[in-house]
């Protein structure tokens, strides 16, 4: 049963054009062709990047964020069984009823009550430190594959005349380069869906399994196809703007809002060129007319342009999310990641019910002596203008 499935999973017409057999992809002459085998790599090397990841963050991202201030939040809260079980039990978001009935069972006012819901719910949301670590991570990762992506296109035909892309298809040869460039970009993707359920949880949480999913399967179905060529560039065209983005996470939990307003800036502009121009009408261009002048369509060239529309497709929608974010950053003057979970509002929400508790003790004794909140002399039977 499993091997009929297999016979016909790998058939030639799925795969390759017409007139064309896997017999012909075989190594000859010192030339190496794609195997599907090859990408069983993937998987222990994304195990291996895990275990990196993990060391990098501790003995990296770490002291890099103590630098820049950043410390894990530590919310002390007052043990209370009776408001812990509730929290666990029922709700964490309790109604006004559930606070009025709480705070007679533990003694408590109601504003208490509230507080230390708020606390505890803060104690399980991700730090930013966590994100700091996370988003390092992904710089560190992005800057070198671009890096090496680069090195490794930088002197080939086909990075400058995309009817390269096409010559001799589908019998082009690996080269070793090409290998390392595609299964260190797999495991990378790979390791991302491994830890999905570890790492922070935003709003687009569903577009990034599909985008990881996605991604992983273009890359899969192009190296067995053998389409790496255009895989290439396609890789390259989505790294070069992940640098930025992720810098600008960066400097945003470090405080550094100007930084991150500049860096945020850029990533939308390079996102824009490369996702709304260079890859429609360069890539999706290259990789969808340009070989109708070489062969007839054939099923491989059909679902691998319904892949990469559908990666189009995510471009839209993360495009919608960063012009809410630089309406933001232009009208507001600062940016902050609309798919997240609220968590600062939170925080802000309770430093400022901790300000306001000691506006009020100060404005009281400003009162008592004669003086306005802003500690300006107010004079007998005056008032501020």
């Known amino acids: 049963m499993f091997q009929t499935f297999k016979d016909w999973f790998w058939l030639e017409k799925f795969w ?13 002459d010192g030339l190496v062709f794609v195997k599907a085998s090859h990408l069983y790599m993937t998987i222990p090397y994304a195990l291996l990047l895990m275990i990196v990841r993990y060391f990098f963050e501790k003995f990296v991202a770490s002291p890099l964020a103590n630098a820049f201030g950043i410390r894990k939040a530590v919310h002390k809260i007052k043990p209370n069984p009776i408001l812990e079980n509730f929290f666990k039990h029922s709700t964490s978001q309790p109604s006004h009823t559930d606070v009025y009935g709480l705070a007679k069972k533990c003694n408590l006012t109601e504003r208490q009550v509230e507080r230390w819901f708020r606390s505890r719910r803060n104690q399980d949301r991700p730090c930013r430190m966590k994100k700091f670590q996370e988003s390092c991570w992904r710089f560190t ?9 680069v090195a490794f296109l930088y002197d080939k035909p086909w990075a400058y ?7 001799d298809y589908p019998k082009q040869p690996l080269l070793p380069s090409q290998y390392w460039y595609y299964i260190l970009e797999m495991s990378f993707y790979w390791s991302l869906v491994f830890s999905l359920g570890t790492d922070i949880k935003r709003k687009d949480f569903l577009a990034h399994v599909i985008h990881h999913l996605a991604a992983i399967s273009l890359m899969s ?21 992940d640098i930025w983005l992720e810098s600008a996470k960066m400097f945003s939990y470090a405080g550094w ?19 709304f121009i260079i890859f429609p009408f360069w890539i999706l261009y290259c990789t969808l007319i340009l070989p109708l ?16 529309m559908i990666l189009q497709g995510l471009h839209l929608y993360w495009g919608y999310f960063i012009m809410k974010m630089l309406n933001r950053c232009i009208f507001m003057k600062s940016v902050q990641d609309v798919r997240s979970d609220g ?15 000691d506006t009020n003790g100060k404005g009281t004794e400003y009162l008592k002596n004669g003086l306005g909140t802003n500690s300006h002399l107010i004079p007998n039977g005056q008032h501020t203008r």
């Open 257 to 275: 809002k100007q930084t991150c307003n500049t860096l945020f800036l850029i990533f939308s502009i390079v996102f824009f060129i490369s996702r």
């Open 161 to 167: 005349d995309l009817w390269e892309v096409w010559r």
């Open 141 to 149: 990762f992005y800057l070198m594959i671009t890096v090496a992506g």
């Open 221 to 241: 179905f192009s190296w067995c196809a053998n389409y790496i060529r255009s895989g290439t560039l396609v890789m390259l065209v989505h790294d070069v703007s």
């Open 293 to 308: 002048h070489y062969l007839e369509p054939f099923f491989s060239y059909i679902f691998l342009n319904l892949q990469l």
């Open 16 to 28: 390759l054009p017409p007139t064309i057999k896997w017999s012909d992809l075989e190594d000859h």
């Open 343 to 357: 968590e600062e509002e939170e925080e802000e929400e309770e430093e400022e019910d901790e300000n306001e508790e």
